[in-house]
């Protein structure tokens, strides 16, 4: 397996602008979480799914911000409208179980993500 | 909060020597891992233990959990310039999820 594949690697964008940020999951893996990871606030869980249902959104920061997993193999986080505090880099990540069980989470490379 | 803490946030220490890290957390949990982040890319899991267990060896690597002190510790033995990176904690709590420290930073000199 190829891991967890996120797209775009690097987005420079403008204030204002739609973001789209794409994540493949490891195949089998039933969850999928998005995380936000910035100096001042470190790594922050937005959302996770299970089975492709969102369970918890409650660390999305606002409503310019959604998630989607329209199937098992694809997952998308949107911005819109971008601000300049949205800048960091955006994790997804993959795992069998909930934190509670024995596995882990396989996170993909990032998506770094520069709001002007 | 169950958020674990590193401690220290930086640790500089000369290749060979050891590194230690340690993390405290506040609340009850199931397991604890450790993870590894090299500069420009995602966290890599290194090892877990679980809340019944003490100790836990991976090739240089060492974790000890003390549930009555609430902290865990990860032990790096005869570091490398390699190791280089930051290292989180992250715990789980049965029905919730993972949660992460902030991180130590350490630097391995050569």
């Known amino acids: 397996d190829a891991g967890v594949i996120q797209s775009p690697r690097h987005e420079v964008t403008e204030m204002g602008q739609e973001v789209t940020l794409r994540c493949k999951p490891i195949s089998g893996h039933d969850y999928l979480f998005w995380y936000r990871q910035t100096m001042m606030r470190g790594l922050e869980l937005l959302i996770y799914f299970n089975n492709n249902v969102p369970i918890d959104d409650s660390g999305m920061p606002e409503d310019r911000f959604s998630a989607k997993m329209p199937n098992a193999s694809f997952s998308t986080l949107k911005i819109q409208p971008s601000e300049p505090r949205d800048s960091a880099v955006y994790f997804c990540a993959s795992s069998l179980q909930r934190g509670s069980g024995a596995n882990v989470l396989t996170f993909g490379a990032g998506s770094r993500l520069t709001v002007l | 909060s169950q958020q674990g803490e590193e401690d220290p946030q930086a640790l500089s220490i000369q290749e060979g020597e050891n590194a230690t890290m340690n993390c405290s957390y506040k609340?009850?949990?199931?397991?604890l891992q450790w993870y590894r982040q090299n500069s420009g890319r995602g966290l890599v899991h290194l090892i877990l233990?679980?809340?019944?267990?003490r100790e836990k060896h991976s090739g240089r690597l060492r974790v000890t959990l003390d549930t009555s002190k609430k902290s865990s510790s990860l032990l790096i033995t005869a570091s490398r310039a390699a190791d280089t990176a930051s290292y989180f904690c992250a715990t789980a709590r049965l029905g919730q999820n993972f949660v992460f420290g902030p991180g130590t930073r350490l630097s391995v000199l050569p």
């Open positions: 609340t009850s949990i199931n397991n």
């Open positions: 233990i679980r809340s019944n267990e």
